[in-house]
């Protein structure tokens, strides 16, 4: 079974700066995409970034030119460099990964870490 263990997330304040990382682990056949939810209390969980088995890079506006995404591929593990946070940033941060974990069933799936909070001080 694929494994996400996150790390990085905790309490900054407005302005400042974190890095959360996602290491994946277990069977894994192929990846599609790795990257990052997120789910405010009262909100839905949205899309923040994730990056593809290409390199390719998608970011959500709200955090565009403020949030990086970026991958070891060797390694299976996705980092978010987050800069500028922000009251709004504020959220159980979630690392995700799209992928197959059998060549014989090729069912894509996803697969989710257990979250980590990030909390911003205003």
Excluded at 97 to 110: E, K, N, P, Q, T
Aim: proline fraction near 1%; charged fraction near 20%; charge should be positive.
């Amino acid at each position: 079974q694929v494994h996400l263990v996150e790390s990085g997330g905790g309490l900054v304040q407005a302005g400042g700066s974190l890095n959360l990382s996602c290491a994946a682990s277990g069977s894994i056949y192929s990846i599609d995409f790795m990257g990052w939810y997120r789910q405010a209390a009262g909100k839905q969980r949205e899309l923040v970034a994730r990056i593809s088995r290409g390199g390719s890079t998608d970011y959500a506006d709200s955090v565009k030119d403020r949030f990086t995404i970026s991958r070891d591929t060797a390694k299976n593990i996705v980092a978010l460099q987050m800069n500028s946070l922000e009251p709004e940033d504020a959220a159980v941060y979630y690392c995700y990964l799209r992928g197959v974990s059998s060549r014989i069933i090729r069912v894509i799936r996803d697969y989710w870490g257990q979250g980590t909070q990030v909390t911003v001080s205003s």
